[in-house]
């Protein structure tokens, strides 16, 4: 199958799941990275084997985002996610497509690229801009990486109602608790919310995000 040959390709970690959750592909790499075979992940639940995570906790389930992703038709989305590897909990990019296999069955590829540090740079910089915000100083430099003067034309600005409360909430330093709160809903609705965030707005991370809509005006 076309999308076996794409897995077994690739450099990086990568793996496969059906529409019911479950993996059906899984390369060297991966074996690698999660420190199981391929033979023993066949078949398991995605969800139950990664445990995937974000700032606010457990975030995968039987319905997880990839497939809010497939029922949008997105062909690729991105992801950071704390996942459950061979040395523990690692924060990793996941770049997910769809692909369907000979017999027409829709399956999520995903790629993985572990990105520890990269990640705990944001999160001290994010806590930087808080703090600052917080005492009222907006005077400090970012980074060119984080922000830029120009704006996103390609950024997806079809956002809900709901998602630009989430959005702004975001942009004032709100954890997902917090906006769950304010808008009465779950935690697990605020984080559905923002990952449809993050897809629509082309961002890996929340703060992406925020910089990408300030970027296009849309907050």
């Known amino acids: 199958m076309q999308f076996l040959v794409l897995i077994e390709s690739t450099a990086d970690a990568a793996f496969a799941v059906d529409s019911a959750g ?3 592909a899984w390369n060297n790499a991966a074996t690698e990275l999660f420190g199981i075979s391929e033979t023993d992940v066949l078949g398991v639940k995605c ?13 995968c389930s039987e319905h997880c985002m990839v497939e809010s992703a497939t029922q949008m038709d997105l062909s690729r989305t991105n992801f950071d996610l704390r996942l459950q590897t061979r040395t523990g909990k690692v924060w990793c990019n996941l770049s997910t497509l769809l692909a369907n296999d000979a017999s027409g069955a829709r399956h999520a590829i995903h790629i993985v690229r572990p ?12 806590e930087f801009v808080r703090i600052q915000t917080d005492h009222g100083s907006h005077s400090f430099p970012l980074p060119s990486s984080i922000t830029s003067s120009k704006p996103r034309p390609y950024i997806k600005l079809h956002l809900t109602a709901r ?13 997902t ?13 605020v984080n559905n919310h923002i990952k449809h965030i993050l897809t629509k707005l082309d961002a890996h991370t929340r703060l992406e995000a925020i910089r990408h809509a300030e970027n296009a005006g849309v907050i």
Not at 47 to 59: A, R, Y
Not at 115 to 126: D, F
């Open 22 to 24: 479950r993996i059906s």
């Open 47 to 59: 969800h139950q084997l990664l445990q995937c995570s974000d700032d606010d906790g457990l975030v």
């Open 163 to 175: 998602e630009m409360e989430v959005l702004k909430s975001l942009a004032k330093g709100d954890r």
């Open 115 to 126: 990105r520890e540090m990269r990640k705990r740079l944001e999160q001290a910089l994010r």
């Open 177 to 189: 608790k917090a906006i769950a709160n304010q808008l009465n809903i779950s935690s697990a609705t």
